[in-house]
């Protein structure tokens, strides 16, 4: 039998109408929760943003931007270092803080119990992502002293400066001068000595000392191992 192809065309066309109105009604009649499609939805924007591999090329084929490489190096660093917590704790300088590190009170000594809040990973990340890269624009302000050392550092540096930055405050990390004078000067060895030499080496020892080693000069993925 010779089968007419307007005829076969007309068929198939007409069977996918139906197939997609079957399916459209299906789905509609599926019990959806709202909140978690919204957990979903951020999952996918901080997989997307915090996550991707640092030699990703975007659809606009341009390689990733120095701060979102920053991110996502510091991302991990923080990952390793702060831990996730779902409810608000103080941390090592007396701040109420939550997920990775997100500080909920800017004076010290809060009581943790008065903060009735929970947060997901997810939202954990996208705050720690924003502040992040916040702190990174900071950095390179004009106006902030350091801003032409730091951006002269590689990723590996300026990861640990955020994390820095992160862990004590903008105004915590500019006050470490003979560090930043060292890494003006490329002496990256006394750079990290100067970083040990501090209060912050006192109360947080092993993240300091980690923190030193890539300052010196060790790669990031082989302290952090990730």
């Known amino acids: ?9 007309v068929v198939s066309t007409a069977w996918a109408a139906v197939m997609y109105l079957f399916s459209t009604m299906l789905c509609s009649t599926l019990p959806v929760r709202k909140e978690k499609l919204d957990i979903i939805e951020m999952e996918y924007h901080v997989h997307r943003i915090v996550q991707v591999p640092e030699k990703v090329i975007l659809n606009t084929n341009k390689t990733l931007a120095d701060w979102e490489i920053n991110t996502m190096n510091v991302s991990n660093i923080l990952l390793h270092e702060e831990g996730f917590k779902s409810s608000p704790y103080l941390c090592s300088e007396g701040y109420v803080t939550v997920g990775l590190g997100t500080k909920l009170h800017k004076d010290k000594g809060q009581d943790p119990a008065k903060f009735p809040i929970r947060v997901n990973m997810a939202v954990a990340k996208i705050w720690m992502h924003k502040e992040l890269a916040a702190l990174d624009l900071q950095l390179k302000d004009g106006n902030h002293t350091n801003a032409d050392i730091y951006k002269g550092l590689d990723h590996d540096r300026q990861a640990i400066i955020l994390s820095m930055a992160y862990q004590m405050g903008l105004s915590g990390v500019k006050g470490f001068k003979n560090m930043w004078k060292a890494l003006g000067n490329g ?29 010196s000069g060790e790669k990031l993925e082989d302290v952090y191992d990730y």
Do not use: G
Not at 1 to 9: C, I, T
């Open 1 to 9: 039998m010779q089968l007419n192809l307007k005829n076969v065309l």
């Open 187 to 215: 002496t990256y060895a006394l750079a990290a000595v100067h970083a040990l030499d501090s209060r912050w080496a006192k109360q947080t020892p092993n993240r300091a000392e980690r923190h030193a080693r890539v300052l």
